[in-house]
């Protein structure tokens, strides 16, 4: 079993920068992929980015030039970093770990961005 606790949310005017953090502790296998989901209220889940097990990247078109994934093996964390944030990023932030068909879900952090 993975436990996957998220940090870094918080209230941010338009135009700042989060940094969130994802760190991974339990029965740490093999990951495929890992990632950063959002969801905003009345909304559908999203997809944000992506990051592989080679370390291939990608993200949303419209977080693209803004967000950047990255991860940190040796310490098992993964990191979103946010810049020139705007209202519409407003959203509950949820990191996950993927191997084969298994999903592993941190809890969520809040991330709002004030006009």
């Known amino acids: 079993q993975v436990q996957l606790v998220e940090s870094g949310g918080g209230l941010v005017q338009a135009g700042g920068s989060l940094r969130l953090s994802c760190a991974a502790s339990?029965?740490?296998?093999?990951?495929?992929?890992m990632g950063w989901n959002r969801q905003a209220p009345g909304k559908q889940r999203e997809s944000v980015a992506v990051?592989?097990?080679?370390?291939?990247?990608n993200v949303v078109d419209s977080v693209k030039d803004r967000f950047i994934i990255s991860r940190d093996s040796a310490k098992n964390t993964l990191y979103l970093q946010m810049n020139s944030l705007k209202p519409e990023d407003t959203a509950v932030y949820y990191c996950?770990?993927?191997?084969?068909?298994?999903?592993?879900w941190g809890q969520g952090t809040q991330v709002t961005v004030s006009s």
């Open positions: 339990g029965s740490i296998l093999r990951v495929n992929d």
């Open positions: 996950y770990w993927r191997y084969r068909s298994i999903y592993y």
């Open positions: 990051i592989t097990s080679d370390g291939s990247t």
